[in-house]
């Protein structure tokens, strides 16, 4: 897997691709990681990156011509090939007006050998970028950010967790929070509950506790502790099912959801009826 990273603030990278699993990932060889440098693709003696929009407005607008010739650069396929299905790579533009960055989206480039990643500034990008250029465009929330740098970090990162090979363990990317779809089915048996030691099936995660069994009198719940497998799991799914619902109730449309979950649901809906 290799990202390619298009910035005005290359040196923005040298800190939150330098640490932890990235850093080990990119030491294994199991990522690439190319920092390209915007001005390097100007040719005026203030290495101009933008200018104001036609129309008039506030702030200042990328131009396109440094961006195309930098992705020219880069060798890509065409824009054609890009949007056919098992293409190789893709071109991403990071910006407000983009899809959302969730897990699921973060599984689906896990089928490309080569993401591109456009980082936008000030107050946009030239629409021809996002028009002719960019395969999609994608916002890692519903907020306002200086630039697509830190959008463009935690793609990578969380990207970097799904390689084969990058964690330690591989059932914990199958644990974590958001995960659906195959990852949840792989991790059960047909007909069978999810089983909320390896996959969240679409929840919020379960609570965790480590010793001290017993810290400053606050204790670690007794089902954990009592060796029963069964009861540990059904607690556990129960508390991400808790979670989700309490924090996150718009995820339950979409979780992976067995019969005993609903019936877990309607339990803890009911309970919850009687404190209201």
């Known amino acids: 897997m290799k990202f390619e990273i298009i910035t005005i603030f290359p040196d923005f990278f040298r800190g939150p691709l330098d640490y932890g699993i990235v850093r080990r990932a990119r030491e294994a060889g199991l990522i690439e990681i190319g920092l390209h440098d915007l001005r390097a693709f100007t040719h005026d003696r203030h290495r101009t990156v933008d200018d104001r929009p036609f129309g008039g407005g506030e702030g200042m607008v990328l131009k396109p011509e440094p961006i195309f010739e930098c992705l020219e650069s880069l060798d890509v396929s065409s824009r054609d090939e890009r949007l056919q299905d098992g293409a190789a790579e893709t071109v991403i533009l990071l910006s407000p007006q983009g899809e959302l960055f969730t897990q699921t989206v973060a599984q689906q480039l896990m089928s490309r050998e080569r993401v591109v990643l456009i980082c936008g500034r000030y107050e946009g990008v030239d629409e021809r970028v996002s028009g002719f250029l960019a395969d999609r465009e994608i916002s890692v ?9 830190l959008g463009a970090a935690l793609i990578v990162d969380t990207m970097t967790r799904l390689v084969p090979g990058a964690l330690g363990n591989a059932a914990s990317s199958q644990q974590e929070s958001f995960t659906t779809g195959n990852s949840a089915a792989q991790a059960r048996g047909e007909g069978e509950p999810p089983l909320s030691t390896c996959a969240s099936g679409g ?14 009198g606050m204790k670690v719940p007794e089902v954990l502790v009592n060796g029963n497998h069964e009861e540990i799991r059904r607690w556990r799914r129960r508390k991400a099912l808790e979670k989700t619902l309490c924090n996150r109730r718009d995820l339950l449309k ?13 339990e803890i809906e009911a309970e919850r009826a009687l404190h209201d």
Request: hydrophobic share 40%; glycine share 8%; net charge negative.
């Open 141 to 149: 929330g519903d907020f306002v950010l200086s630039g697509g740098e």
């Open 203 to 216: 929840l919020l995660d379960y609570p965790h506790y480590t010793r001290p069994a017993d810290f400053a």
């Open 254 to 266: 979409a979780a992976d959801l067995s019969k005993e979950d609903r019936k877990l649901l309607a």
